[in-house]
């Protein structure tokens, strides 16, 4: 199966900072690559997909990018409710797969 | 904007088995594929098990291959998991989530809220 790896675990920032999320994917070149936010209490909600397509009501000051094995997600101005688990997750192949997450953390 | 209802979550113990259910509503349920994914207290998440709009094809996590089986009625605009020998592992919030297509894609676009599953004796 495919592994993702995410880094760092844990992103310690102030609101107004930039983050800057990594996603390594493991053995293969991966297209179809997805990022979720999870906050505290709540379900995952898609952020984007297909590597740097936006989901509906992903806010502007996301962004996200990359191709084959190493991919980003950067949060330009990070805002309160930006704190939360991040995820990235791979539907190139069965049995899709979830990085362990990334943290951001005030 | 879509909705997803699972129900059925709760204690079992060891070696017995639950069914869990979930309710979609907001958009044309028989054309999408829908998938279940997990998440175990303070961890990270697991994919599960998918079908396909007409039911045609199923896939599975190898952790719950002969154990869990996916099932939909389309014309209730439900999806099921029943789940049996259930182990302590298996322990975990189980969220329904929509595929982006009618054929198992693992685009994952829209989760329920989940509903616990815990194994205990």
């Known amino acids: 199966e495919i592994v993702l790896t995410q880094s760092p675990g844990t992103l310690s920032l102030s609101p107004g900072q930039r983050a800057t999320l990594f996603c390594r994917v493991s053995q293969t070149s991966i297209s179809y690559l997805s990022w979720f936010q999870q906050k505290p209490g709540q379900a995952p909600r898609l952020l984007f997909y297909g590597a740097s397509r936006r989901a509906t009501g992903s806010p502007d000051r996301f962004s996200a990018s990359g191709s084959g094995t190493d991919f980003t997600l950067s949060i330009t101005r990070l805002e309160p409710e930006d704190f939360a688990m991040y995820y990235c997750?791979?539907?190139?192949?069965?049995?899709?797969?979830f990085g362990q997450g990334t943290k951001v953390e005030i | 904007e879509v909705q997803l209802f699972e129900s059925g979550g709760g204690l079992v113990q060891p070696g017995g088995s639950l069914r869990l259910s979930c309710a979609a509503s907001e958009f044309t349920f028989s054309d999408y594929a829908m998938t279940w994914v997990r998440q175990a207290p303070g961890k990270g998440l697991e994919w599960v098990s998918s079908i396909s709009a007409g039911s045609d094809a199923t896939s599975y996590a190898g952790s719950v291959k002969g154990r869990f089986t996916i099932s939909r009625d389309n014309s209730k605009n439900m999806m099921y998991l029943q789940m049996n020998s259930l182990r302590a592992g298996d322990t975990a919030v189980y969220y329904c989530?929509?595929?982006?297509?009618?054929?198992?894609?693992?685009?994952?676009?829209?989760w329920g809220q989940g509903t616990l599953v815990t194994v205990s004796s």
């Open positions: 997750q791979q539907y190139e192949t069965s049995p899709w797969t």
């Open positions: 989530v929509r595929d982006g297509a009618r054929y198992i894609s693992g685009l994952i676009d829209n």
